[in-house]
């Protein structure tokens, strides 16, 4: 999905890379979810996960998206699990992290 968006994309300095996996994590809740394959899961099947309420905070997402990995058979504490390490970028830095001075709020 991401590849026909960003062909010509150079990635150099990681700043992507936590939206990379978000991207990532999205599909795979998706698919596993809806017992389908990475390949059919839409841009807008991805764009439902993300609340388009203007009320709801967006910091409630990592804690939804959690929700629903653990709900799937994963801990969100374990360190070798590389869907959970996938969910901890995406909840510690850039586009999910809300702290004060992140310069991808």
Same mark, same amino acid.
């Given at each position: 999905?991401?590849? +026909? &968006?960003?062909?010509?994309? =150079?990635?150099?300095?990681? =700043?992507?890379?936590?939206?990379? %996996?978000?991207?990532?994590? %999205?599909?795979?809740?998706? %698919? #596993? ?8 899961? @839409?841009? *807008?099947?991805? #764009?439902?996960?993300?609340?388009? *309420?203007?009320?709801? $905070? !967006?910091?409630?997402? !990592? /804690?939804?998206?959690?929700? /629903?990995?653990?709900?799937?058979? &994963?801990?969100? $504490?374990?360190? *070798?699990? !590389?869907?959970? +390490? @996938? ?5 510690? =830095?850039? #586009?999910?992290?809300? #702290?004060?001075?992140? !310069?991808? +709020?």
């Amino acid at each position: 999905m991401a590849s +026909r &968006h960003f062909a010509d994309l =150079r990635v150099t300095n990681g =700043r992507i890379t936590n939206g990379c %996996a978000g991207l990532t994590l %999205a599909q795979y809740l998706l %698919a #596993r979810e809806t017992h389908t394959s990475v390949d059919q899961i @839409t841009l *807008d099947d991805i #764009r439902r996960l993300i609340p388009g *309420d203007a009320g709801q $905070d !967006p910091a409630e997402i !990592p /804690r939804q998206w959690g929700e /629903r990995l653990q709900a799937l058979g &994963h801990n969100l $504490d374990v360190t *070798d699990d !590389p869907i959970i +390490r @996938t969910w901890q970028a995406s909840t510690h =830095r850039g #586009r999910f992290d809300t #702290r004060p001075g992140n !310069p991808h +709020r």
